[in-house]
């Protein structure tokens, strides 16, 4: 088959919400028929030339064999350098060696450590025939060597400022040591717990993420990407990913382009505008077409919409993987389809490599094509300054991982990304007076699992220690917390998964002979993160029977959870008075945890993912439709279920904290807001506890009436206010037409007239609601 063929194989059946996609695809489908290379003319050179290349590239260019053009698209594995077998790291880098000296390899995806990627950097620059810098990417997900908070964790902050920080953090330690480039942030919206790379996002709203989104491109890439503390960012997976059907992972998509475009693209369109230097595919399918050569999302969407200049990689050979998928007939024509709808790298398949050569030399895929792939990548080693300078500074390398300064700043965001999710009778912050404290639970005392998912870089240095090493326990913080003054009755309880009778015992002894207890219980690293899914939401058995046997011992006992996902906790959340969300906090998860519980750091963390009761009621999101008959309890016949309340066990944006947020006066600038205008919305809120405290104040909207029916509630904006015990804040909003817009059937980008509400709230439940109305002049 050829290229025209397969290009019209995949657009024979085309369903009504892709028309877009279907108009664009056919001009270029017709293109390709008369004039052969339509994308190479269309936005091509040309463009590019416009948007960032040099003279030095446009020279590389004219001068690259099409074997070394071939090199530079072709992301492959390097880790093989770090093996502890001496002969294999050898061999490794003997193989290494001739790939990046013949440009057959232009970047490396697992390599660490500044002398072995100064070493790949001296063979490209002196050995190659053009010197051409590789660009070395990794998994820079929530930290470097100093671990930072899984990425939903950290979303809880509902704190920009800190999170930026923390990306920063991670870039400084990632570039010194050898990485230019993080495939983060991940943006994926998720609304189903099941799936396990939930962890790795900013939950499930499209406004949330977008800000988090930003707030980590500008972390990572800083303000100048030749600056030996910044990366190159990598906003993944394009798109959908985590609408995978049945929350299993790399699962097809089936969803609206309203929806598409609601909900999940907007943490994408915020990463693009914030300037993110690349964009990840992803593995799965929309509405039949494999995300990894989807055109409509590659080029209409992110190049021509948004105006992306970057370059696009494939995830992990998810080109390769249409063929599985059934869109493709062989690695060569899932080559063909990806380039051609806008994949700019091939991440590890060698797809491009392999099969591009022959297909230039006989006419089925333009030069042309290639070259703009090319310049795409040369731009981007450019902008980060490896032309000029490739190396980085080994000499302090060993200086900057895990100093104090980064351990500072990863406490300060863990304890920011804790959530108090109960706290009868102000069990919390403990009391001074106590004079023992039992501290039970398979997470309490153990060092990997509040790593997280993808907490993967290895030990650069002998003398870094290794990530494990460096992670302060629950059990050690709270130690150190109390310095000797309070006795600490240490029992592990039982595993993960598995119960052990004598541990059993030891974890009641140690709960009798204590004034208070402090269960450590939830998911080890293991149970979130890719291809990491549960059809069950509990906390394991193991863990549950000891959660309740030691609860039967009758001392004022508090829950920490340890997870990467919602957990449905139902009987803790009844039974315990006290719980406490820490989800998995990193390298300085036992100083986060204690300053919580000792009332150092008074918790100001919201949910940003909805908790359901049961895994039966999931997907469940605070921004669903309404239905004909919204759940009531006199009505048997409304949308509800027979043996689970409706409502989930905890909404989105909720969170207490140590001190009493109360809210009042809401009031509104006006009535009425023209279509052009704003409006101004604002509400008091004291602070009637006897603590400071940090609330954060949420604004929600709902369209009251819409050409096509509008969410409950969707999220518009938030303000962290800090407010003193006895005083009071007033918060203002400001509302305009671009906050109210959503995509009609038409796919135009609206807003609607009509009538709206409008909440200030401490959650996507609660609050002061007002109404106003959206009027045409
Ligand atoms: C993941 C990506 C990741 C890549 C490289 C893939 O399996 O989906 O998120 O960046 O591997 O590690």
Redesign the pocket.
Known sequence: MNEQESNLMHRKSVSPIRMRAAAFATVVVMALAFAGDVIAQSDGQANDRINGSSDRIERLIEEMTLEEKLGQLTLQWGGEAADANPNIREKSRLAIRNEIKNGRIGAF?GAHGADYVNWMQRVAKEESRLGIPIIVGN?VIHGYHTIFPIPLAEACSWNPAIVEKAARVAATEARIAGTHWT?AP?VDIARDPRWGRIAEGAGEDPYLGGIMAAARVRGFQGKDLTAPDSVLACV??FAAYGAAEAGRDYNPVDISEQTLRDIYLPPFKAAVDEGVGTL?TA?NEINGVPATADDFLLEQILRREWGFKGFVVS??TSITEMVEHGYAESEAHAALLSIKAGVDMD?SALSFRDHFGDMVKTGRLSEKVVDRAVRRVLIQKERLGLFDDPFSDASKEERLLLCDEHRAAARDVARHSIVLLKNEDNLLPLRDDLTSIAVIGPLADNKPDPLGTWALTGKPKSVVPRLEDAVVTVLAGIRQRTGGAVTINYAKGCGIHEADSDELSKAIDAAQKSDVVILVVGEDRDMSG?GHCRTNLQIPPAQTALISTVYAVGKPTIVLLMNGRPLAINWISENVPALVEAWHLGTETGNAVADVLFGDFNPCGRLVTTFPRNVGQVPLYYNHKNTGRPPTSDDRFSSKYIDVHWSPLYPFGYGLSYTRFEYKNLRLSADTMPIDGRLTVKADISNAGARAGVEVVQLYVRDLVGSLTRPIRELKGFQRIAIKPGETETVTFELSANDLRFHNRKLEYVVEPGRFHVWIAPNSAEGLQGEFEVVVK
Request: a negative charge; zero cysteines; aromatic letters at 16%.
């Open positions: 995806i998994d495939l991940m993944k997976h990840m593995f995830d992990w991440m890719e």
